[in-house]
Structures are given as C-alpha cells and as structure tokens.
C-alpha cells in the first residue's frame, strides 16, 4: 500500500505500517519511498531512521535492540533509534532520522 500526502513543511509523507501491527517496544525495516528504513516504537512514540550503518554501510535491521539504541551486527556501532545519533564507536556519522507522524491508526514518514 503506497500512500502518500503532502504538508507545508516539504515533507511528503509515506505509509509505512500501521500502528495494530508494531508491539509497544517493537520495531520493523520496511521501504518507504524506495528507501529501507527502521521505525521503532517506544510506548507510544514512533521514530524512523535509515537502516544504514554509517560506519560500513551494513544493515542495523540486522542487529540487537536494547532500550532506545540498536546496535550493527557487524562491528558493533550503536545508534540511539530516536534521532540516529551515533552512540559508540567505529560509528562517528549520525544515522539519517525521518519525522514521523501517526494518523487513523497508520504510521506515515517524512521523506523530503
């Protein structure tokens, strides 16, 4: 399902999941906008981040969550899943972070 809406802030908004599908503390790679993508969940907050390591280029959908971070399964850099800010080493390039947003019980994120 391929939906998308347009906003003021020149973000265009793409379906990724809905909200029944994702546990409280879940999280799931998806493509959204021919990108692979991370949207996490923490209660009831929703984060979207690039699911590139930026240390080798590996996947982080592959790799352990702890809390708020996901660690890459290949060399053991970790990213906070809230903002994709590089938390450790050999990783020193922040993860790109999507806004996401929620509405009728589907989760959208903001692709520029």
Known sequence: MES???????????????VADMPPEGQ????????MV?????GGEFFCIEDVCTHDGGPLSDGARCGREIT???HGA???IRD???VSMPATEDARAFPVKVQDG??????E
């Not at 998308?4 to 809905?18: E, P, R, V």
């Not at 790679?29 to 990108?35: G, I, L, M, S």
């Not at 991370?38 to 923490?42: A, E, G, K, N, T």
């Not at 589907?106 to 692709?111: E, L, S, Y």
Request: charge should be positive.
């Open 4 to 18: 998308k809406m347009s906003t003021a802030n020149n973000h265009i908004w793409h379906y990724a999941l809905d």
């Open 28 to 35: 799931v790679a998806v493509v959204v906008a021919d990108q």
């Open 38 to 42: 991370i949207v996490s969940r923490i």
């Open 72 to 74: 890459c399964p290949r």
């Open 78 to 80: 970790r990213f906070d």
């Open 84 to 86: 994709g800010r590089a």
């Open 106 to 111: 589907k989760v959208f994120v903001g692709i």
